[in-house]
């Protein structure tokens, strides 16, 4: 476990979140929260945190894939997600790995300012200057982002249009 960090069992994800990554500890999976008030952890699988989040704006989790699959297609999988509207902008976050597999980290998508490779890793800077290094090559992070970025874009033209 990370001893050192703050304990969050209640972490609502908003635009201030970078990132979640899973960690095991014992026998069970929890989550290291990276955002621009620093690192904590949750006893909780960052899949529980991102059910809770979008429970807690009226929404689930569930709704948040069937409307990310109406824009991308029925069989695109580690599709992005939005988990709320902060303050009109919305909140979205993209897996790199499957959703339920125990290694999968959640990016956000508005807090990031650079993407680099980093050998056969990314590296990811955020709004503060943190850097985190990913265990996935670049290209098939760029695709996630990509992806990520249309889905937003996609979302903001979608409200306007009915402001």
């Not at 960090?5 to 014992?26: A, E, G, M, P």
């Not at 699959?69 to 976050?93: Q, S, T, W």
């Not at 990031?112 to 090559?137: A, H, Y």
Request: net charge positive.
């Amino acid at each position: 476990m990370i001893s050192n960090l703050t304990r969050n069992s209640n972490y609502i994800i908003s635009n201030s979140t970078f990132c979640l990554k899973s960690y095991q500890h014992r026998d069970k999976i929890h989550t290291t929260i990276l955002d621009k008030y620093g690192k904590s952890t949750s006893p909780y699988k960052p899949l529980k945190i991102i059910r809770d989040t979008c429970r807690l704006h009226g929404s689930s989790y569930d709704a948040s894939k069937y409307q990310a699959r109406g824009f991308f297609g029925e069989n695109k999988h580690k599709l992005p997600i939005m988990v709320a509207y902060d303050f009109g902008d919305p909140c979205i976050l993209f897996p790199l790995f499957s959703p339920y597999s125990p290694q999968n980290i959640w990016i956000s998508l508005n807090p990031i300012i650079n993407i680099s490779e980093d050998g056969d890793k990314t590296l990811v800077t955020f709004v503060d200057n943190t850097e985190i290094s990913l265990d996935i090559n670049m290209k098939s992070f760029n695709q996630q982002y990509v992806r990520a970025a249309m889905y937003y874009k996609y979302l903001l033209l979608q409200r306007n249009s009915i402001l």
